[in-house]
């Protein structure tokens, strides 16, 4: 105790000592908040000497409690556990951090894609401190800010290639740099965590879905039941998701309460999962290199929420291994929402003097490649 107690101290004197030289050298200390789902996030983050991020504080408190009896997000409910929360984790993330409210050089907060009711929380928040301090303010896209993810524990240069995979959204882009995303493929339904949530509530196998879906897939069979890979052939590599979930949904009432085919089948839905996976990054991976007509080592990123999936993780680094990619993922508190993303974001922002008016309102569609085609709804033809 009394050990980890010097590490905190110590850690401590380490961020005020770099504060002070910040401040001097005029390197920016920029405040993220993140409101834009189910996890109420603040974070203090500045540059070292390199450009590499200083994560001062990353303060994430997680709504898995308040939506556990529903099995998903309930978004007035989250909306509420937002507002009672935010100033708390923005002022324990102040006080973590060591930084005094008038050293931040700005403001950034996530303002979409996500529940409106959620985003207009964190950026109503934000907006109010930024005035209130005349700090310049920051809108973040929270795709953004996972895209940019990986940045925070790894050095990585522009151009790569990202599978940008959550609750909300699943797609292939080409990273190009700050601001330039170039969309390769997109789901054309259910994004991946949600069809991992969906399945989870299918199999009774309990709230947060991903997490527990990867876990009992551990006691089944992966081979067990055989189940669709939608558009799996077609589409280059867009992807698809309702076909699986309704098959799923048909072998769960098949198999009631049997404990070990409810593993085998979850077991089977991520290795299905994994399969179409695989075969749609082989495919993204040839459109990157032919766009970019890149021929050597090339960094493959794959973030979001569902990229904390271990057997996610291995079968998409084997097929780097016959690509000639690098792959590369944020470390795990990194993958799921946090606000040292949104910070990170509005650091790289901030450098190029990207801020934003207070009347800034929140998106619930704010796509990263504006010039992609919308793909969902009925009577899609590629
Ligand atoms: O990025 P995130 O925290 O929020 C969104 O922006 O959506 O992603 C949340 C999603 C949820 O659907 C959750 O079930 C999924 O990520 N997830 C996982 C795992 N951990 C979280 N899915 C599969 N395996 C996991 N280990
Ligand atoms: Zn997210």
């Not at 199999?203 to 897939?217: A, V, W």
């Not at 089948?265 to 999962?273: R, V």
């Amino acid at each position: 105790y009394f050990s980890f107690n010097c590490f905190i101290l110590h850690t401590y004197i380490e961020n005020v000592l770099l504060i002070k030289t910040n401040l001097m050298n005029k390197k920016p200390i920029i405040l993220g908040i993140e409101s834009s789902c189910d996890e109420t996030a603040a974070s203090i983050i500045t540059e070292n000497e390199q450009g590499m991020p200083t994560i001062l504080s990353s303060i994430v408190s997680s709504q898995v409690d308040v939506h556990k009896e529903f099995g998903g997000v309930v978004p007035e409910l989250a909306a509420r556990s937002h507002m009672e929360k935010i100033d708390l984790i923005t002022k324990k993330a102040l006080d973590e951090s060591g930084v005094k409210m008038e050293d931040l050089d700005a403001i950034a907060t996530t303002a979409g894609p996500g529940l409106i009711v959620c985003l207009s929380v964190g950026l109503s928040f934000g907006k109010a401190m930024a005035s209130s301090l005349k700090k310049p303010f920051i809108a973040v896209n929270h795709l953004e800010g996972h895209a940019l993810s990986p940045k925070l524990n790894s050095e990585l240069n522009y151009p790569y290639l990202l599978l940008l995979i959550s609750g909300g959204h699943s797609q292939f882009l080409s990273v190009e740099g700050l601001g330039k995303y170039k969309r390769l493929g997109t789901t054309i339904d259910d994004a991946i965590g949600e069809a991992f949530d969906k399945t989870a509530k299918m199999l009774g196998l309990g709230y947060p879905g991903g997490p527990n879906i990867e876990k009992f897939s551990k006691l089944g069979d992966k081979n067990f039941f055989k189940l669709p890979e939608p558009i799996i052939n077609r589409a280059g590599c867009n992807l698809s998701f309702a076909g699986l979930k309704t098959a799923v949904l048909r072998e769960s009432k098949n198999i009631k309460e049997d404990l070990q085919l409810k593993y085998n089948l979850a077991a089977s839905f991520q290795n299905t999962i994994n399969k179409i996976l695989l075969k749609k990054t082989k495919e993204a991976m040839m459109q990157f290199r032919n766009k970019t007509s890149l021929k050597e080592e090339i960094p493959f990123i794959v973030a979001g929420g569902v990229a904390a999936n271990q057997s996610i993780r291995e079968n998409l680094t084997e097929v780097c291994m016959e690509t000639n990619f690098i792959p590369l993922f944020p470390s795990l508190k990194f993958c799921g929402d946090n606000a040292a993303m949104i910070a990170w974001a509005g650091i790289k922002r901030y450098k190029k003097k990207l801020t934003n008016k207070l009347d800034f309102v929140a998106k619930s569609r704010w796509p990263l490649d504006p010039s992609a085609r919308y793909l969902k709804g009925p009577g899609l033809k590629f």
